[in-house]
């Protein structure tokens, strides 16, 4: 293991298997896509550990053990952070979502009746903030350890309780807490590779999604009932 | 201080389907038009360009082409015993913004309503006795009967090069198509799309139960097509980005891909994007409007904008927050019926069934915003309703709309949303699932409507629109029915798996539903119970006319979009035709 992926673990926490190891091998192109894209898969983008532009060396480690728990790595795909997880959490939450961008913040403020959805004071930036203080404090007082310091069926267990709404965190409702988190993470594995997460386009090599240019004209009725595949390109593959 | 601007013949608030077809008529008869969009105009050879347009998490989740709810939102509660909340983020609608409106953004399914859906009040009367409808639903007929109104939808898919196969030609039914829809002049303008494996099976097993499967009628050309204004649209690329994306392809029928173009080389049509509009300045005692007031988002400034004919074209919340805000007629009351702006709030009751199918490729990312098939046995009162406890609707479709990850991820019931076990469904499934939709029609109901809200504000610093709002026991009745039949044709297709979703439970404005509202500014007979006259036109300001589906009375169990489209050229037609040669009510009230 070389220092920097030592680093990293020690940065972000939940280590799991490298990269090299985890990644299937590239499908075959089906076809020539429309638009130049390069022919062979880019190479792995993990550098020598990650950096974040607002996240803490805490929270940082936090939302590691969270990706990682939530999306281990295994045969299918490198871990949530080795994906980029966290890093893209740290980028949306640096950038105009974290500062609440498309949310009406006008006062007064109420706690949400059923129905009415996000009705907190708090931007996103700041919501994280204090839910991961909340959830972390929580941890330690109930099992003794940060999130990140527990072993991988502790943090289940811990991730599931606040699933559940049933971890008590001050201040804050624990699957209020989840929901958010569980869309952020799920973001930054799925989306376009532009935002930091989603390396090597692995989520989309593990279900099958080509991305771009998606140009099917000619194919939905050539390939109807017959398994279309390509290797997956992303924006930067066309930019 | 406010700059008060040369006056124009019309005036218009909002450019998205209607505004564009109503600058487009007006300008024809010769008028001067100006059209005031509060958001951006976007160039969409650059806006929708390739590779940026295919980015699910700017367009889909950050919502880039919608109405930012830090410019203008509603508040919610379900019942009038509630405080209402603002709705602070978007998430079960997604209003539009910007010059096309909604019209940029939509999938494209462009549906007409059946002539029972037109007639509704009396033809539920008439076969069941009007005993049977319950007292507190609202619903009503429409002013203007299918018949009067077939020639205008025609043209409204003229417009837009829909694809699809006509069931019914002046009476005679076709192979093939809708056997329940009202007659049509002629076939659909453009082929029906490729379809999808998913539809295929769906078309088979949907016959095999004895329903009449046919293809989704859609805004998404299946060939290259030059509309009747000389516009060209490019042919469908199943690319599988429609809702909630521009078209890159120019193959989504839009404000853009249509009128646009023409609008913008008119000398008579002036569009100012960012124009924000505050206020209807309303001469009461003269029953007319004198002159629109909006805010120039680019420098602040306040303008006054002077216009004999004034035409709200502002979607849902923006026509009944200005009718209310301006003080233009009477505030519906739900405690006692009275009043009428604000009424008969409608929304729509969708829901699903999940299904996988463990040996099929379904390649789910080929798709587009409308393609799909459809069985429309169970819309409407196409089939029996008596016994069952319900009216209304649903047609029940299974549409290859694209499989976009972050949102597209079906696992079967019960599997985790996190974690080893989640992420092995995740892999083994994403090319299998797919989803019966059921788009459920939603009745009136008397507690149900819109009004000011007392406590928060817009950035203009008038109170926001007040959503009063909650399912019916009524409509969920409706989707537990109509539910159960996607379900059986699921069944039908051989699922491994299927997970059963209707609608129950009380109104939530986080999950996505559908941004089909209707109502606020119904259109009726009757000036007590309507907004609006047949013609679309105030019945207390004589120069103002409201289009979209505000003036729905009720909502069917379709896609707005078509009887939208088809009520604009009405309107266009009457003022045309009647009102500027006599500026005066068109019906007395």
Not at chain 1, 46 to 74: C, K
Not at chain 2, 309 to 335: E, Q
Request: include cysteine; hydrophobic fraction near 35%.
């Amino acid at each position: 293991m070389s220092d920097a992926i030592q680093r990293r673990q020690f940065l972000i926490g939940a280590g799991g298997a490298t990269l090299a190891a985890a990644v299937p091998p590239a499908a075959p192109a089906a076809e020539t896509p429309l638009l130049s894209a390069p022919s062979q898969p880019a190479a792995p983008q993990q550098a020598a550990g990650d950096s974040f532009q607002i996240l803490s060396a805490a929270e940082a480690a936090f939302l590691g053990a969270v990706a990682d728990t939530m999306i281990p790595a295994d045969g299918l795909s490198p871990s949530g952070s080795d994906c980029g997880v966290v890093v893209y959490i740290d980028r949306q939450l640096a950038g105009a979502y974290g500062a609440g961008s498309r949310i009406y913040t006008a006062g007064p403020f109420q706690p949400p009746q059923r129905g009415t959805g996000w009705q907190s004071p708090l931007p996103p930036l700041g919501f994280f903030r204090a839910g991961i203080a909340a959830a972390d404090h929580w941890c330690v007082a109930t099992y003794g350890h940060s999130l990140d310091h527990l072993d991988e069926a502790g943090r289940i267990v811990a991730l599931k309780a606040m699933e559940k709404g049933e971890a008590s965190f001050q201040g804050i409702a624990s699957k209020l807490f989840f929901v958010e988190l569980l869309q952020l993470v799920m973001e930054g594995f799925f989306s376009d590779p532009i935002y930091g997460g989603n390396r090597d386009k692995a989520s989309w090599r593990m279900v099958g999604y080509p991305g771009l240019p998606a140009t099917y004209r000619e194919k939905i009725e050539a390939w109807r009932g017959k398994r279309y595949e390509q290797d997956p390109q992303s924006i930067a593959d066309f930019s | 201080m406010t700059r008060r601007l040369k006056e124009v013949d019309a005036v218009l608030v909002g450019m998205g389907w209607t505004g564009s077809i109503m600058a487009r008529e007006l300008s024809r008869a010769g008028l001067s038009v100006v059209g005031l969009e509060r958001g951006q105009d976007r160039k969409p050879a650059d806006a929708f360009a390739l590779p940026g347009i295919r980015d699910e998490l700017r367009y889909a989740l950050r919502q880039e082409l919608m109405l930012d709810p830090a410019v203008q939102t509603v508040t919610l509660r379900h019942d009038d015993s509630q405080i209402a909340q603002p709705v602070r983020r978007f998430g079960s609608f997604l209003p539009g913004d910007g010059v096309g409106g909604m019209g940029t953004h939509w999938n494209g399914q462009t549906y007409r309503f059946l002539p029972s859906d037109h007639k509704l009040r009396s033809h539920l009367s008439q076969r069941y006795g009007a005993k049977a409808i319950p007292e507190d639903m609202m619903i009503a007929d429409w002013p203007i009967g299918y018949d009067e109104l077939e020639g205008h939808y025609a043209r409204f898919e003229a417009l837009c090069g829909i694809s699809g196969k006509a069931g019914n030609i002046r009476g005679e039914i076709q192979e093939g198509g809708n056997p329940f829809e009202g007659w049509r002049s002629g076939e659909y303008p453009n082929k029906p799309l490729k379809s999808s494996q998913g539809g295929v099976l769906f078309a088979a097993a949907a016959k095999s139960l004895g329903y009449h499967p046919f293809p989704s009628p859609a805004a998404n050309a299946s060939n290259p097509y030059t509309n009747p204004e000389g516009v060209k649209l490019g042919g469908c690329q199943y690319c599988g980005h429609c809702e909630r994306f521009g078209c890159e392809a120019d193959a989504k029928a839009s404000p853009q891909t249509t009128l646009l173009p023409v609008l913008a080389k008119d000398p008579r049509v002036e569009i100012r994007d960012l124009a924000y509009v505050s206020k209807l300045n309303y001469d009461r005692k003269a029953k007319r409007i004198t002159s629109v007031t909006y805010v120039d988002l680019r420098t602040g400034e306040e303008l006054e904008q002077p216009a004999g004919l004034v035409i709200l074209s502002a979607w849902v919340f923006g026509n009944t927050h200005l009718m209310l805000h301006s003080g233009i007629g009477t505030a519906y009351d739900a405690k006692t019926g009275k009043g009428t702006v604000g009424r008969n709030y409608c929304y729509q009751i969708n829901s699903g069934a999940q299904l996988f199918l463990e040996n099929e490729e379904l390649n789910p990312f080929m798709g587009t915003g409308a393609l799909g098939m459809v069985i429309d046995d169970f819309n409407g009162d196409n089939f029996d309703h008596s016994g069952l406890g319900f009216f209304g609707g649903g047609y029940v479709t299974l549409n290859t709309l694209g499989a976009r990850p972050i949102s597209f991820r079906p696992v079967p019931p019960g599997t985790p949303a996190w974690g080893k076990e989640w992420k092995a469904a995740t892999a083994k499934w994403y090319r299998h699932g797919a989803t019966i939709s059921v788009q459920g029609s939603n009745y009136a109901s008397r507690g149900n409507h819109l009004d000011l809200d007392p406590t928060y504000r817009d950035p203009l610093g008038r109170p926001l629109l007040r959503m009063t709002y909650n399912f019916t026991d009524n409509d969920r009745k409706m989707s537990a029915f109509v539910t159960g039949k996607a379900a059986e044709i699921a069944k039908a297709m051989g699922a491994q798996h299927v997970g059963v979703r209707a609608r129950s439970g009380d109104f939530d404005v986080v999950p996505y539903q559908t941004s089909h509202n209707t109502g606020g500014t119904p259109m009726g007979s009757d000036p007590h119970t309507s907004v609006v006259n047949r013609y679309l036109q105030s019945w207390d300001a004589h120069n103002l006319f409201v289009l979209g589906s505000s003036v729905f009375p009720q909502n069917a169990g379709y896609n707005p979009t078509g009887a939208v489209g088809a009520l604009a050229y009405w309107a266009a037609d009457a003022i045309v035709g009647k009102y500027l040669k006599n500026p005066s009510a068109l019906i007395p009230a």
